[in-house]
């Protein structure tokens, strides 16, 4: 039996049980149970780090299943050896099972630790990936978008009607794709802020978003107890900055309030945003958390298409969700499902 480098101690408790098992097996007629104690070596073996090393361990013990056919005393007098045969090539059988098994689940575990591995680092990839763009765009939009305003004030008389048309539409696109850089670089720095110390309170949270999305008077916003969960800070206020800036967006002037709430089921916490607006059609529901996907209901409303994107990647990041209901009676309701541990 190879030594294991890796973990010694393993190695040398698969060696005495499989040496007290094979004494055990000399001394007391074991019969049909002969060779089956050598199942629990192999078990224990599985714990080792060395892939093969099961393989190596059943090996060992069918052979010497087979040295104590011949060794150990019968279970009676004039016992038939072809019982014994059959009992230890069951046991044979019951050895090389367990082996097998125990490589086959290394070896799986082995390639999803791998795979895990490389999409990681695929995605540490395209973070950097973004993160560079958005930097290098953002720094050739600023210009862009300073010289149409100067224009625009210094020498919008004479350009005229047309002029400052043009003008404008080039500060509004350039603006337009700032906000958009913006956006991907908070999802790429999405799943890099380490774990809070302690329990962050939703509730706080949710009060700082509503005083810099500056609610008007003509919008409600009704906020439950929330519960509060281990959630860096600023991951949640992306969240609810998101979910209930979409909401006054699309419901806000309606009249209607828009409720935002939460519940803990175990160690798992289900926040959601409410509103009374228009809706998603049920076809678009899927879609809405991709990146750039403005739907149906989107076209006339400003906006970027990664929020709800940034959405689904913090939920998926603490091992939870998100998706999107008919609120009764006409809306759409925005749940998040995290785990909380």
């Not at 044979?92 to 082995?110: K, M, N």
């Not at 995605?123 to 993160?131: C, K, N, P, Q």
Request: proline residues 6%; glycine residues 10%.
């Amino acid at each position: 039996m190879p030594a294991v480098e890796k973990n010694p101690f393993l190695f040398w408790v698969v060696s005495g049980l499989v040496v007290a098992f094979f004494a055990l097996d000399l001394v007391l007629p074991l019969g049909v149970a002969g060779g089956g104690p050598y199942v629990v070596a192999v078990l224990v073996a599985a714990w080792s780090p060395r892939q093969r090393f099961p393989l190596y361990v059943a090996a060992v013990c069918s052979g010497l299943t087979i040295v104590g056919v011949f060794l150990s005393p019968p279970d009676q007098p004039g016992q038939e050896l072809w019982k014994v045969m059959v009992n230890r090539g069951l046991a044979i059988f019951a050895i090389w099972a367990t082996g097998w098994l125990a490589w086959f689940r290394r070896r799986a575990e082995e390639r999803r630790l791998e795979e895990h591995h490389l999409l990681e680092t695929a995605y540490d990839d395209l973070d950097a990936f973004v993160l560079t763009l958005s930097h290098d765009i953002r720094g050739s939009l600023t210009p862009v978008i300073g010289y149409a305003n100067l224009l625009k004030t210094e020498y919008g008389k004479s350009l005229g009607e047309s002029g400052r048309m043009a003008v404008e539409a080039i500060a509004d696109q350039g603006n337009r794709m700032l906000s958009l850089m913006e956006d991907l670089l908070t999802l790429s720095r999405v799943g890099h802020l380490p774990p809070p110390e302690k329990p962050v309170m939703a509730d706080e949270v949710v009060r700082v978003v509503l005083r810099n999305l500056e609610v008007s008077d003509g919008e409600e916003v009704r906020v439950a107890n929330l519960p509060s969960l281990l959630v860096a800070e600023t991951l949640l206020e992306q969240l609810f900055s998101n979910l209930i800036g979409n909401a006054l967006r699309y419901a806000g002037q309606n009249r209607l309030p828009i409720e935002v709430g939460g519940e803990r089921q175990g160690g798992k916490v289900t926040l959601f945003v409410r509103d009374h607006g228009p809706g998603i059609p049920p076809a678009e529901r899927q879609r809405v958390f991709e990146v750039f996907f403005r739907g149906s209901t989107g076209k006339d409303h400003p906006g970027t298409g990664v929020g709800l994107a940034t959405v689904r990647k913090i939920a998926r990041l603490f091992g939870g969700r998100a998706w999107v209901e008919e609120t009764p009676g006409g809306g759409a309701t925005f749940k998040v499902e995290m785990r909380d541990v």
